[in-house]
């Protein structure tokens, strides 16, 4: 074995710059990665939301509405926005539109001046239970003051946990793992499609093909579409039996928004698999693009908890849509139309995506 060669080394050492610097997605992705992890973990996750939006559904108005409506806002926790009937209260609930309603009972103003302690209804969604943690708690300790201050009105407020009554963390991780999960592997499968070909020498019989750029980008999703739906079952399956995760919406609503879903990963993972140039670009285009959804899209912290710049990043992101509607038809049985403002997002994004991904293809090896 020869000694060691310093001008060799500096060669070689010479080489892999001029390399490194013929690679300027991969530099790019290397930097930016974390930069955004710095400024998602530092300025967009927050565990103690403020600010939820809260419905008041009131048949009493008084001034004990008004002193209670004030008394919540107080808390920095609420805030709160006026409905006119029950079903327009429901629906925001059930749409994701509020995360409580306080209801106001017939007679509450005259009860309170009887001294009858009446009740406030105060409905929570609970299929979020870290989001309303903290907002429940200082209800409680609402509700205490108010029954041992003299000048206070004596009335109490009831919380009453929807859609998950006992707030298992289970029926609010599983569902949302369900978009998860199919975002990572379609995702990523797709991603090193076209890439897998350019490097294995077959792009160039692909090429040589009288196909059109559509027509290959269908050829390479619908595949996997099939794949991706084997997953659902297998996932709802599981769910369903290990974790007792309900179905209280239509299956087949699900299964329609899950198959946007898939759409929208495999538009994507096309969309890099054009824009790179080897499976390592791809897979790093990949990883780049889940962590924002992730960290954005309210699956690991609470989407009402993060700043507004932050939520509307988010509400471009498909993960955050499919979590709200596979939370929405699992856990409070949404219909079609209730689903249809997260559904809308997703099948134009993947729209978006596949226009892309077709204008993005090339035609030659170059």
């Not at 009288?210 to 996932?235: A, D, N, S, T």
């Amino acid at each position: 074995m020869s000694n060691f060669s310093f001008a060799r080394f500096v060669a070689m050492l010479r080489k892999e710059s001029q390399q490194m610097r013929r690679d300027p997605l991969t530099i790019t992705l290397v930097v930016m990665l974390p930069l955004m992890q710095l400024f998602l973990f530092g300025f967009a996750i927050n565990t103690n939301p403020h600010n939820l939006p809260t419905g008041l559904l009131s048949a009493d108005h008084s001034r004990y509405e008004r002193t209670l409506a004030t008394a919540l806002q107080n808390t920095g926790y609420f805030d709160i926005q006026t409905f006119n009937s029950e079903h327009q209260a429901d629906q925001a609930l059930a749409e994701g539109d509020v995360l409580f309603v306080l209801e106001i009972p017939p007679g509450f103003a005259r009860a309170v001046d009887r001294g009858d302690h009446p009740s406030v209804l105060l409905d929570a969604d609970a299929t979020d239970p870290v989001a309303i943690g903290n907002a429940t708690a200082a209800v409680a300790a609402l509700n205490a003051n108010l029954q041992t201050v003299p000048v206070a009105p004596p009335f109490n407020i009831v919380v009453h946990a929807r859609y998950n009554p006992e707030q298992i963390t289970a029926l609010n991780i599983v569902p949302g793992l369900i978009g998860t999960i199919l975002m990572m592997s379609t995702l990523v499968i797709t991603t090193l499609s076209i890439t897998r070909e350019r490097e294995a020498g077959t792009m160039e019989n692909l090429l040589a093909m009288p196909l059109r750029p559509i027509e290959v980008m269908l050829g390479k999703i619908v595949p996997y579409i099939g794949l991706g739906y084997v997953q659902v079952f297998l996932i709802l399956g599981v769910s369903s039996l290990a974790f007792q995760v309900p179905l209280r919406g239509s299956l087949l609503v699900l299964l329609l928004a899950l198959g946007v879903f898939i759409a929208c990963n495999l538009s994507l993972g096309i969309t890099f698999s054009t824009i790179a140039r080897t499976q390592e670009q791809a897979q790093q285009l990949a990883q780049f693009s889940m962590l924002p959804q992730m960290m954005l899209s309210g699956f690991m912290f609470p989407f009402q908890g993060m700043p507004g710049w932050a939520r509307a990043v988010g509400e471009f992101l498909p993960l955050t849509h499919i979590l709200r509607i596979c939370r929405g038809v699992l856990l409070k049985g949404n219909t079609l139309a209730e689903i249809f403002p997260n559904l809308w997002p997703m099948a134009l994004f993947a729209l978006v995506m596949g226009v892309v991904a077709v204008f993005s293809y090339r035609e030659t090896l170059d």
